[in-house]
Every structure is written in structure tokens, then in C-alpha cells.
T-cell receptor, first 113, second 109 residues
Framework: DVKVTQSSRYLVKRTGEKVFLECVQD?????MFWYRQDPGLGLRLIYF???????EKGDIPEGYSVSREKKERFSLILESASTNQTSMYLC????????????FGPGTRLTVT | GQQVMQIPQYQHVQEGEDFTTYCNSS?????IQWYKQRPGGHPVFLIQ?????EVKKQKRLTFQFGEAKKNSSLHITATQTTDVGTYFC?????????FGAGTTVTVRA
């Protein structure tokens, strides 16, 4: 079974802090994704990566950056956290093509106070 | 840009009844995927439809892809309490997978 793990289930940070969310997948998938999930808005893509050191902006990249130094690990960085970034963050991975089914991690619920 | 709309946003169903949730895209899709997210859980892949007019079944769940490849539906028969959760469709086109807002299903026993 594909396993996607995220570093924290719950995280509380203060406004202005730099926040790192880590995601690791164990199935050698090429593609990795970061989404945020908010009630009534579904899943919105922040960034994705199709290879090591490669990244593409999604629909809502503002205020976020990403890093993929190793194939299995994809990090989401909030350079200066703001209260409107309070949300559920979901990491996902997929094999070969972006059109393939995605495997999601358990999510990190981030609260910025 | 590509948009995927899902209706209804909420579906309250009596146990044993049938219901359908719909997904509509503003553009023609290469494929459409469906995911289920249980309360407190993460989205889990259910199925992918690729061909125009395609119909696939998984036990009590029937998935359909429209002839024009711009809409899809999920029909659940004889709803059970295990069907509770949020169902998302995700349409793929032009190197982009766009998720709908989801249909949240609750079941009255």
C-alpha cells in the first residue's frame, strides 16, 4: 500500500512565523502535491512537483513556497504565516502522470493565531 | 480557467434510499476521478472514468461520464450508514486536475 505521511496532524503557529509542513511518500511516485481544504471550497491546489527540484504553481500559490530536494519528500513553506492561512493542508502523490489517481496523506490542521 | 462544480453541496438521505450527486465542468475533460473522504479522514480514490459515456459500477455505486465529457454523476443505491462522507469529483485536462467542492452526505437511520 502507498503510504503518504505528514509531519504533524495539528499545528498552532503565531502570525509572522515561518512554518514548515513536511510530506513523505514511500512508493517512489514522481508527482507530489500540496492542497488546502476549506469548508465549501473543496481542495485547492497550492503547488505541485513532477520531479526532484521541479515545481509548478497551482491555483493559490501566494504566500507559500515549496521544496523538493529528494523524490520522496515535498515540503510546504509558509514564509510569514497569516490568520487567513488557517486551514487543513493535504499532501498527495501520484505515479507517472499527473492524471493518475492521487494518494493523500492524513492532513495537517494548521491554526495561525 | 477550468472549473468543476458539484451539486448538491449537502445530501441528507434516509437509510435505504437512493441518491445522485452531479459534477459539471466548464471545459471538456480528459478524465474524471471520484474520491471519498470519511469524516475526520483524508480523500481516498474511488474510480477514474476516461471514455465518453463510460459507466462503471462498484457494488452499490454507479459512476457515469457524460457523452460530451463535461459532466459526471455518482449514483448510490440503498444508502447505508457506511456511505457517510464527502464525495469529490476531480476533472483532468491540460495537465491540471481540478477538484469540485464536494457533496457531503449524511444518513438518517
Amino acid at each position: 500500500d502507498v503510504k503518504v505521511t505528514q509531519s504533524s496532524r495539528y499545528l498552532v503557529k503565531r502570525t509572522g512565523e515561518k512554518v514548515f509542513l513536511e510530506c513523505v511518500q514511500d512508493m517512489d511516485h514522481e508527482n507530489m502535491f500540496w492542497y488546502r481544504q476549506d469548508p465549501g471550497l473543496g481542495l485547492r491546489l497550492i503547488y505541485f512537483s513532477y520531479d526532484v527540484k521541479m515545481k509548478e504553481k497551482g491555483d493559490i500559490p501566494e504566500g507559500y513556497s515549496v521544496s523538493r530536494e529528494k523524490k520522496e519528500r515535498f515540503s510546504l513553506i509558509l514564509e510569514s504565516a497569516s490568520t487567513n492561512q488557517t486551514s487543513m493542508y493535504l499532501c498527495a502523490s501520484s505515479l507517472l502522470r499527473i492524471s493518475y489517481e492521487q494518494y493523500f496523506g492524513p492532513g495537517t490542521r494548521l491554526t495561525v493565531t | 480557467g477550468q472549473q468543476v462544480m458539484q451539486i448538491p453541496q449537502y445530501q441528507h438521505v434516509q437509510e435505504g434510499e437512493d441518491f445522485t450527486t452531479y459534477c459539471n465542468s466548464s471545459t471538456t475533460l480528459s478524465n474524471i476521478q471520484w474520491y471519498k473522504q470519511r469524516p475526520g479522514g483524508h480523500p481516498v480514490f474511488l474510480i477514474q472514468l476516461v471514455k465518453s459515456g463510460e459507466v462503471k459500477k462498484q457494488k452499490r455505486l454507479t459512476f457515469q461520464f457524460g457523452e460530451a465529457k463535461k459532466n459526471s454523476s455518482l449514483h448510490i443505491t440503498a444508502t447505508q450508514t457506511t456511505d457517510v462522507g464527502t464525495y469529490f469529483c476531480a476533472g483532468y485536462n491540460d495537465y491540471k486536475l481540478s477538484f469540485g467542492a464536494g457533496t457531503t452526505v449524511t444518513v438518517r437511520a
